[in-house]
């Protein structure tokens, strides 16, 4: 089994956005809002995700999923792959104008229904110095920290922080986000995702079909994606490289600790499932030279994982 990697916005789309599988989008949304008997979602309809700006001189919005439930409430969920600047900002706009587009001339504020924005992360910290990888933000009482006023909620997911593996997955949550994190490494479905709405979301990312324009627009995506990881891999190992150039030499000492680097890469990324075309296209080695690095570390007894 080959899956689709729902971090990427095409692919992620697709999983959150079908009609023909909307209990999954329920149940991602009912486990991340933490929701609990009358609070939770029971049917959803998609809704048109461009939202058109007041005037000419306003700024338009293309969101990512957009959703309301039988009672009216309103529901975005976004993916965001690359750090961006002002992220919280932009999330906040998202839910501020999302609410405001409710009313036309005239009609009465008790028209107005509660709008929610979950926002995902895949590679960067909105929030640095939280330790959690969710934080659900409501507008509170600052004395006594009631919710008086449900209208706006924004949670956000940060995915660099959510590091548990297979085998820790207790709650729907970790088995959600771990989903989101790893499935696209996978070739079969992990065992604590092989049941419910969680094998119907795999299932869904081995089985969609894209024209020949979305898998070359989704390809473009990923070798994007997987570069950043391991330029990320290779600024974590930064003062390595540095205490080998000052020990070898500055050139010769950086450039062997580069091709170290982009050697162990590659082989962190081909014990994740990759194929030799894209790692290549992501470390600039050779085609053979993965092939060989390949034999290598599947030889019994060998194992490693891209932390």
């Known amino acids: 089994m ?12 697709k999983l959150f956005g079908s009609e023909d599988h909307k209990r999954v989008t329920i149940s991602f949304l009912n486990t991340m809002l933490e929701y609990t008997d009358d609070q939770c979602i029971e049917t959803i309809q998609f809704l048109n995700n461009e939202q058109l700006p007041v005037s000419v001189d306003k700024k338009e919005n293309i969101l990512d999923i957009f959703c309301t439930d039988r009672s009216g409430r309103k529901f975005i969920i976004e993916m965001q792959n690359a750090w961006m600047r002002a992220f919280g900002s932009r999330i906040v706009y998202y839910g501020a104008k999302t609410y405001t587009n409710q009313l036309g001339k005239g009609m009465p504020y008790d028209d107005l229904s509660p709008v929610t924005v979950v ?22 009482d600052s004395k006594t920290y009631e919710h008086d006023l449900d209208d706006l909620t924004f949670v956000f997911i940060e995915l660099p922080k959510f590091t548990k593996k297979e085998h820790e997955l207790v709650t729907n949550e970790d ?11 996978y070739n079969h479905i992990p065992g604590p995702l092989n049941q419910a709405e969680f094998g119907e979301a795999c299932q869904l990312l081995n089985q969609i079909t894209l024209s020949d324009s979305e898998q070359a627009a989704y390809e473009r995506k990923l070798i994007d994606t997987r570069a950043r990881e391991v330029n990320d891999y290779l600024a974590m190992n ?3 490289y540095a205490e080998r150039a000052r020990l070898e030499g500055l050139e010769k000492g950086i450039e062997k600790g580069r091709m170290e680097a982009q050697r162990e890469a590659a082989k962190k990324m081909l014990a994740r499932g990759l194929d030799l075309e894209t790692i290549a296209a992501v470390t600039l080695l050779a085609v053979d030279e993965i092939s ?16």
Do not use: C, M, R
């Open 238 to 240: 930064a003062a390595e």
């Open 292 to 307: 060989e690095l390949k034999k290598l570390i599947f030889l019994p007894g060998h194992s490693t994982t891209l932390d």
């Open 119 to 140: 926002a995902i992360t895949q590679q960067f910290e909105v929030f640095p110095n939280k330790l959690n990888h969710k934080s659900i933000h409501y507008l509170v």
């Open 2 to 13: 080959k899956f689709l990697d729902p971090k990427i916005d095409l692919a992620f789309k």
């Open 175 to 185: 088995k959600w986000l771990f989903l989101l994190k790893e499935i696209g490494f």
